[in-house]
């Protein structure tokens, strides 16, 4: 038998609420804050937010330690009784790390659904999010509005423009400031092998050429996974889009990665540049801005003329 302890939420039958006044049925609809044990609350199943054992959590555990939890998180009651987080999986941690066995909890009756939407839009307000992180919100949040009945497309195209009214979409990305066509890139990043992932999330692959490495086969993925390591080399967006079209042709292979991937880029060749205060001294006052370059390339052929003359001497 479970030991686990259910708290009574209220009335949820509609037909009890109906010898209710009106302020009964607020009082049993409100949300209950309450100390619920962190040992039976779970986990929202494929939480796409990760948790960081970074500093930002070290100074969180400590202001829980010093303070107590601020703002309650927020949980659901599941069918067997126990309790999982739609928001707040950070300040559960962080509670848990500075040795509390209970959390300040509110707890609302949502359905499946509803507490994916909801857990997607609580986190998106965070002000660091990675690229895989949005991902899986955005297709979680654009699956569960799907569900309660409204408008998708995941097979559409990312840029897709036909689709016609507010589509579900448009609802995931107005919240965000994220166009439609933006929300279906992200959610394409969730084709990416996890290392590909990794990468994007990193930065050492940027959204649009990892959206046009999405559509590679796993295999293909693979062997480019193996080349990046090989050529410390990533993909622009014009060698990704190259590498779909063979992929779609079927004639994308190890060597043909291989030759795109060893093209040179124009991002990659050398460039540098030189601080002005570190060599304003060396240009006379009466020369402007517009000027330096011209002056400091003068300066240079005739400092390269002056060493051929030494070596001359020097033989």
Same mark, same amino acid.
Request: net charge negative.
């Given at each position: 038998?479970?030991?686990?302890?259910?708290?009574?939420?209220?009335?949820?039958?509609? =037909?009890?609420?109906?010898?209710?006044?009106?302020?009964? $049925?607020?009082?049993?609809?409100?949300?209950?804050?309450?100390?619920?044990?962190?040992?039976?609350?779970?986990?929202?199943?494929?939480?796409?937010?990760? !948790?960081?054992?970074?500093? #930002?959590?070290?100074?969180?555990?400590? %202001? *829980?330690?010093?303070?107590?939890?601020?703002?309650?998180?927020?949980?659901?009651?599941?069918?067997?009784?126990?309790?999982?987080?739609?928001?707040?999986?950070?300040?559960?941690?962080?509670?848990?790390?500075?040795? @509390?066995?209970?959390?300040? &909890?509110?707890?609302?009756?949502?359905?499946?659904?509803?507490?994916?939407?909801?857990? *997607?839009?609580?986190?998106?307000?965070?002000?660091? /999010?990675?690229?895989?992180?949005?991902?899986?919100?955005?297709?979680?949040? @654009?699956?569960?509005?799907?569900?309660?009945?409204?408008?998708?497309?995941?097979?559409?195209?990312?840029?897709?423009?036909?689709?016609?009214? /507010? +589509?579900?979409?448009?609802? *995931?990305?107005?919240?965000?400031?994220?166009?439609?066509?933006?929300?279906? $890139?992200?959610?394409?990043?969730?084709?990416? %092998?996890? &290392? @590909?992932? #990794?990468? !994007?999330?990193?930065?050492?692959?940027?959204?649009?050429?990892?959206?046009?490495?999405? =559509? @590679?086969?796993?295999?293909?993925?693979?062997?480019?996974?193996?080349?990046?390591?090989?050529?410390?080399?990533?993909? %622009?967006?014009?060698?990704?889009?190259?590498?779909?079209?063979?992929?779609?042709?079927?004639?994308?292979?190890?060597?043909? /990665?291989?030759? /795109?991937? %060893?093209?040179?880029?124009?991002?990659?060749?050398?460039?540098?540049?030189?601080?002005?205060?570190?060599?304003?001294?060396?240009?006379?006052?009466?020369?402007?801005?517009?000027? +330096?370059?011209?002056? !400091?390339?003068?300066?240079?052929?005739? =400092?390269?003329? =002056?060493?051929?003359?030494? $070596?001359?001497?020097?033989?």
């Amino acid at each position: 038998m479970s030991n686990v302890k259910t708290i009574d939420l209220g009335l949820k039958n509609a =037909y009890d609420e109906l010898f209710m006044d009106n302020k009964g $049925r607020e009082e049993n609809r409100a949300p209950k804050i309450l100390d619920i044990p962190i040992a039976e609350i779970d986990d929202f199943p494929e939480h796409p937010f990760k !948790v960081k054992m970074d500093e #930002d959590m070290e100074q969180l555990v400590q %202001s *829980v330690k010093e303070r107590g939890i601020i703002t309650p998180i927020t949980i659901r009651q599941k069918e067997d009784g126990r309790y999982e987080i739609v928001s707040g999986h950070r300040r559960r941690k962080a509670c848990e790390l500075a040795g @509390l066995a209970t959390v300040r &909890a509110e707890v609302q009756d949502l359905t499946r659904d509803e507490a994916i939407i909801l857990m *997607v839009e609580s986190n998106l307000q965070r002000s660091h /999010i990675l690229p895989s992180e949005k991902a899986f919100s955005y297709k979680m949040k @654009l699956e569960a509005i799907n569900r309660q009945g409204q408008r998708t497309d995941l097979t559409s195209s990312p840029l897709d423009n036909k689709l016609k009214g /507010i +589509t579900a979409a448009n609802q *995931v990305g107005e919240k965000v400031g994220e166009s439609q066509a933006q929300v279906y $890139r992200y959610i394409r990043l969730t084709n990416l %092998s996890p &290392a @590909l992932l #990794d990468m !994007v999330d990193d930065g050492k692959i940027a959204i649009r050429p990892a959206v046009e490495i999405s =559509y @590679l086969a796993t295999e293909e993925q693979d062997a480019l996974i193996e080349t990046i390591a090989f050529e410390e080399s990533t993909p %622009s967006l014009a060698q990704a889009i190259k590498m779909r079209d063979f992929s779609k042709n079927g004639k994308l292979n190890e060597d043909v /990665i291989l030759s /795109i991937i %060893s093209e040179e880029k124009p991002n990659q060749r050398a460039k540098f540049s030189i601080p002005t205060e570190r060599i304003r001294k060396f240009i006379p006052d009466n020369i402007s801005p517009k000027q +330096t370059e011209e002056y !400091v390339l003068k300066a240079l052929e005739y =400092y390269h003329h =002056y060493r051929q003359k030494q $070596r001359e001497l020097e033989r």
